[in-house]
């Protein structure tokens, strides 16, 4: 696909979040106003006041849930906007792990991310980056074959930014280097990898996998 | 009554059911949908808040602000859009709103902000 290609995809995902979110705040007010008008009912009698009162916090709950999938993908499709940015490796942890979440969980395996207190300021390519994590992390899945959990642990303490990968449930056992290699989502992974100048290996002390950003901001 | 709060956004089902709850609390709440009605509203006086939204159709939230900030009026300007954190500091250091709010945004923190603004406008009479 080409860059304007992507840049257009980019710009009407945007758009479309965009016009989501106005959808959840008609919702969310509406439902409030519902919430409001119960509440001053209190004293009231009221056929299942406690079922409405029930569907309004259901309501308030789901508008959250959206709102805070609907600003992912938002953040997601801005990712194009520039091929290049200074972007922290925190919140690109944390938008991937949300993003993958669903999938992981689809099959069993429980996905999870631990983010050091400060930024780490990268100059990267975040929708590369983001894709690059995105399809190691599929390896791994497809690897497990079953149920397992992956923590990605953001760490900055060995010279260069990087990422620790753990790998812990009954399956985990199978995801290993040569394993990994049979999947067509680790071909893509390492290519990604090579462009964006991340270095990548397994660790011989408890099997997990590594890898180290060379392209600080 | 409390003070007067003019709701500027062109989605009319979200402005009038945050009128009514802001009604619900004791403010005078009125509807703008869209910016040359929000600046003709305040010619006509009685606003002292505005709580505008950013992405509308015609005259936009931003040029709203910039006009009413450049004609002197007293209004204290609460920006509750769906825009993403990027506009924020633009909106406060270079346009004077008083804060920005995100859409879908929780009611406490919209009276939190109409309290703040409350202040403002005491402290300035």
């Not at chain 1, 925190?90 to 949300?98: A, Y």
């Not at chain 1, 497809?142 to 992956?150: F, H, P």
């Not at chain 2, 879908?104 to 902000?113: R, S």
């Amino acid at each position: 696909m080409k860059a304007n290609e992507l840049a257009f995809f980019g710009k009407i995902a945007a758009g479309v979040t965009h016009e989501l979110k106005n959808v959840l705040a008609v919702i969310n007010e509406t439902n409030g106003l519902t919430a409001d008008l119960l509440a001053m009912l209190e004293e009231a009698p009221f056929p299942h006041r406690e079922k409405l009162q029930r569907s309004a916090k259901r309501i308030e709950e789901q508008v959250r849930r959206g709102v805070e999938i609907i600003s992912r993908f938002n953040r997601f499709a801005h990712s194009i906007d520039y091929p290049l940015a200074d972007v922290d490796l925190n919140s690109i942890v944390t938008q991937t792990v949300s993003l993958s979440h669903r999938f992981a969980a689809l099959l069993n395996v429980e996905l999870q991310g631990a983010v050091c207190d400060l930024p780490i300021m990268l100059f990267t390519s975040e929708f590369r980056v983001q894709m690059a994590l995105t399809k190691a992390i599929e390896a791994f899945i497809k690897c497990m074959g079953g149920a397992g959990s992956i923590l990605i642990k953001v760490q900055n303490d060995l010279g260069a930014p990087g990422l620790d990968f753990y790998f812990g449930g009954e399956c985990c056992e199978k995801v290993a280097k040569g394993a990994v290699e049979e999947f067509s989502e680790w071909g893509e992974f390492e290519e990604l990898a090579a462009i964006l100048d991340i270095s990548h290996g397994w660790r011989t002390s408890d099997g997990g996998f590594a890898l180290f950003f060379h392209k600080r901001a | 009554m409390g003070v007067e709060i003019l709701i500027v956004d062109d989605e009319v089902e979200f402005a009038e059911a945050f009128a009514e709850r802001l009604q619900l609390r004791g403010f005078a709440a009125r509807i703008a949908s869209g910016g040359e009605q929000a600046l003709q509203m305040l010619e006509e006086g009685g606003a002292k808040i505005m709580v505008l939204d950013l992405k509308m159709p015609g005259m936009d939230g931003l040029e709203v602000l910039r006009r009413v900030k450049k004609s002197g009026h007293e209004v204290e300007v609460i920006i509750l859009s769906g825009h993403g954190p990027e506009m924020d500091e633009y909106c406060v250091r270079n346009l004077g709103a008083l804060t920005c709010l995100r859409k879908p945004a929780d009611i406490a923190d919209i009276l939190e902000a109409v309290k703040r603004a409350e202040k403002r406008l005491t402290r300035r009479e």
